[in-house]
Each structure stands twice: as C-alpha cells, then as structure tokens.
C-alpha cells in the first residue's frame, strides 16, 4: 500500500526509509552549512599563502594546496557517501511500490487536462545517458526516475523545495516580456515539471510547454500535473532540435541546464531557443556561474570535485566558457536577473532581438 | 528504438572512490555514517511506536508505561528469529564498505588525482 502524499511530495514506501533518508538530510546540511564553509575559510587561507597575490593558481595547485588539509578529504568522503547512501535507499524505496507507481504514470498517460506527447522510436543520444549526481540510470533509463529524482532532489534541497518552493518563486521571479504579452511558454530541459506547473499559474491563460530527453521524468511530470489539473503539456525532444516553429514562444524559462550538456551541445541549444522565441520574448536563465577566474580557490574545487565525484561530467567546460558571448552572438541582449534563494546560481535575463 | 543497457547503478553499486592514501579510513567514515543512520532509523521508529502504543492504549488501559510493558515482554521463538535477520542485515549495512573496497587499489582515488572520465551508459552495456 502507497503511504500516499505530503501535499506534492511522495511518502516514502516504508517509515524506516524515510527516518534514514531523514538522517541523510540532515547529515548533508550540516555538511553544506557547517563543513563547507570552514572548508571555504581553511582552503582559501592555505592557498592564498602559498600563491602570493596576483598570481592565479590552476586547479591541480589548488588541489595540491588543499590536500594537506584533513578536513577537505573527509568533506570528499561524506559528500560522496551520503549521496549514494541517498540514491541507493530512495531508489530501494521506491522500487519497493514499482508496480504501483509504473500503473500510476500509465494510467495518467490518458488523463488530461493536458497531455504527454513522445515518439516510440526517439532515440536519446549517449551523451545524455550518464548517471548525472550518481543516480541510478540517469535521468533517461531507469523506468522509476521519476518519482526516484523527486525523493533524491527532495534531500539534496535538504527538505526545503517540497512543496516545490523554489521553483515557485522562480516562475514567479521570471522577467515577463515588456509589452506584457504572453501567449506561450516553455520549460526547457523541464525534468519532472515543477517549475513548469508554477508558470502556468503564474500564466494561466499561456499555453505552457515542458520538454526535456528524459522519458521517465516527463511520465511523472504528467501524472504530477493531471493529478492537480494544471493544463500543461510535456514532450520528449532535443533542446537541441525543439518541434516548435519560428518565433513561437513568448518566455522560455530554463533552470540548471547547461552545465549538464557538453557545450559543443549548448552551442546547438541556445540558438534554437533563439529560432523559436519572438523578438522581444525573454530566456529566464537560472544556472550555475561562469569565469572560473572570479572564483575563489575553494570554489573552483568545488566545481571540480563535483564534476569529478558526483558525476557532472560537463560543468567543468561549461563554468569556463563564455555562456554570455553565446547568448548575445544567437541574437539575444543579456542582462542580470532577479535574485532567487540559492545564491550560488547566476540568473540572466536574456531578451530576444 | 531499443537502446543499451547497463545495469542500473554502476556509481552507486561499484567500488565507488577512495579518498585516503589508507583506503580503511574511507571504509570506517563510510560506516560511521551508515551506523548514525540505522540508530536514527531505530530511534525515530520507537518513539513513533511508544506514540502509536500510547494513543492506541489511552482508552483501554488510561495511561499506560509502554516502558515498563517492554521490559516485561518475552519473545516467541518465532520472534527471536525475525529480530536475529533485522541484526545480520543491519550488520551488513554498516560494514558492507569494507567488503566494497577490500585492497588498497580497489576503488579510483578521488578528485584531482587519478581521475577516470564516467562512461555513457551505452558504452557500459558493451
Ligand atoms: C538538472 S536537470 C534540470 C532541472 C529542471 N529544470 C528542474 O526544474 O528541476 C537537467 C535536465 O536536462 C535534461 N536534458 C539533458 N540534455 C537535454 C537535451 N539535450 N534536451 C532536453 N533536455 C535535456 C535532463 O534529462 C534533465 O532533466
């Protein structure tokens, strides 16, 4: 038997596996909230000492410099465990309920008001099929990823985004197009659709799109939405190479993807999104930062360690990159934009000329 | 459009990463964690048990000292049993790193040391 909801979050299939998943959130908080930032203290002092001023050290003397601190490499160690100690008992927990849960999304599959749209014979590219923050098939083959990203965000946002609160307030943070128009929007690389529910109520009378590589994700994305009766649609498709026609939406929304592609991907994305956006639409970009150079020691490593230990394979590239340059070279003027909660993203407003 | 398939979890369920020039340091804090965890486990489900118990008991029996009440129970052979499996199990859980990384070698140093680039899932199956 399904424990059910609480409000929008899934009930873990056992008590026991939510008090452990418990234990892992709070563990993860005191290492982000207290570990890290003496981290940060500790590791910029080292390496400021042994790098004079003026002189901009490369990560490999970072991390040598860091090395010799004996708190970094425990921080390495609980980040890593208590991340697959996350996978693995979210994914044990739901796969405890699998039947009900597959029965779930396919019956949804028919239910309106809004519908899932998918082609049998997509292929998804192999770039995309990497097991992105350690979870178990990734986001594309696991037949469960759904409600397993849903569980596995829930601790990583330590209990803080369950009622989907972040990305409520950036839908409702997201720059509207000046002359107020908006007709038709999308959620690009949506996953399981939170933010795109929130900006069709934000927008209500906008027909609003969320389309993403990942199958999984949408099913529960469309049993997520048909369960509340929000209008909203969701396709499997390539940000890379969208359905829409030219000039079609009004506001484009997107939330942390692009350090998740490689960037020779991102080179394809962001003028497509350009092509399917009207002259004035504006691109809500919510996403890690760039210029590694305007970052501290400890926060290159820290970019690096994720990238290297919880399977972030294309955000190294991406920080480094010039993701502004791109933007205004695809037809789009870029300005900042609003402050949303996590202050560790940067957030453009990037208006379509 | 049938695609490879590796087995789900090969981050998870591999030799994962060391960090320790001494790999027995990743496999204790490893455990120390899982320990910390199975004793939360534990104790929440007792105090949602004793919460259960009393309200369940409340009409019946007024206010009644579940401690005392689980001081004085006796288990059936058949129970022993069950609680002897939960114990194995939980045995395994805190000291299943041990038997994960069990040489120095056997897992990939972490960052900025010998790093290995993840492979496509696709690339696994094959
Ligand atoms: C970190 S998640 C994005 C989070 C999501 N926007 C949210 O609101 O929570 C990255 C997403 O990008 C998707 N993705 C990766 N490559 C893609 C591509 N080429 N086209 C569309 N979606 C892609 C993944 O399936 C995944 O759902």
């Given amino acids: 038997m ?39 203290e500790l590791g910029n002092a080292v390496v400021g000492r042994e790098h004079p001023a003026g002189t901009a050290p490369g990560i490999a003397e970072i991390q040598r410099s860091l090395d010799a601190l004996p708190l970094v490499r425990v921080w390495q160690r609980f980040m890593r465990s208590h991340q697959e100690m996350m996978w693995r008992r979210t994914r044990a927990s739901i796969a405890a309920e699998a039947d009900q849960w597959l029965a779930a999304m396919r019956d949804a599959e028919a239910r309106g008001p809004g519908r899932l749209l998918y082609d049998p014979a997509f292929v998804v590219p192999d770039y995309a099929r990497v097991e992105v923050h350690l979870q178990p098939g ?47 929007v999308l959620d690009l690389a949506c996953s399981i659709g939170q933010a795109t529910v929130a900006l069709k109520q934000r927008f209500p009378a906008a027909e609003t799109w969320g389309i993403d590589v990942a199958l999984p994700l949408l099913r529960y994305a469309h049993l997520r939405a048909a369960e509340r009766g929000v209008d909203v649609n969701f396709q499997q498709a390539l940000a890379e190479q969208m359905p829409f026609p030219d000039r079609h939406f009004d506001l484009v929304l997107s939330y942390i993807l692009f350090h998740e592609i490689p960037w020779r991907i991102t080179e394809r994305v962001v003028p497509e999104v350009a092509r399917v956006m009207r002259p004035g639409g504006t691109f809500c970009i919510y996403e890690f930062p760039n210029a590694s150079g305007s970052l501290s020691p400890v926060a290159q490593f820290l970019i690096d360690y994720d990238s290297h230990d919880n399977c972030e394979p294309y955000s190294r590239e991406f920080v480094r990159a010039d993701f502004h340059g791109l933007l205004r070279d695809s037809g789009f003027d870029v300005a900042p934009g609003p402050k949303v909660a996590n202050g560790f993203l940067q957030s453009i407003v990037a208006t379509r000329r | 459009m049938k695609q490879a398939q590796a087995p789900l979890g090969a981050e998870i369920e591999g030799p994962g990463r060391r960090y320790f020039d001494d790999v027995v340091i990743d496999n204790l804090l490893e455990a120390m964690l899982e320990l910390t965890a199975a004793v939360w486990t534990h104790r929440d489900r007792a105090m949602v048990l004793e919460q259960v118990l009393s309200r369940l008991l409340a009409e019946s029996h007024g206010a009644p000292d579940i401690a005392r009440l689980l001081e004085q129970h006796r288990p059936t052979a058949e129970e022993q049993e069950a609680r002897r499996l939960e114990r194995d199990a939980l045995v395994s ?31 696994q199956a094959s």
Wanted: proline share 8%; no cysteine.
């Fill in chain 1, 2 to 40: 399904r424990r059910d909801w609480d409000g929008l979050l899934p009930r873990t299939a056992r008590l026991a596996d939510e008090s452990y998943l418990d234990f892992v959130t709070s563990f993860r908080a005191r290492a982000v909230q207290q570990m890290y930032p003496m981290l940060e």
């Fill in chain 1, 138 to 184: 990734g986001y594309t083959d696991d037949p469960l990823g759904g409600p397993v990203f849903h569980y596995g965000t829930h601790v990583f946002y330590q209990g803080e985004n369950a009622q989907d609160e972040q990305h409520v307030e950036m839908a409702r943070k997201a720059a509207a197009p000046r002359d107020g128009a908006v007709r038709r």
């Fill in chain 2, 93 to 123: 859980q805190v000291f299943r790193s041990f038997a994960r990384r069990p040489a120095a070698d056997s897992a990939p140093l972490g960052a900025g040391r010998r790093y290995q680039e993840p492979r496509p899932r696709a690339e």
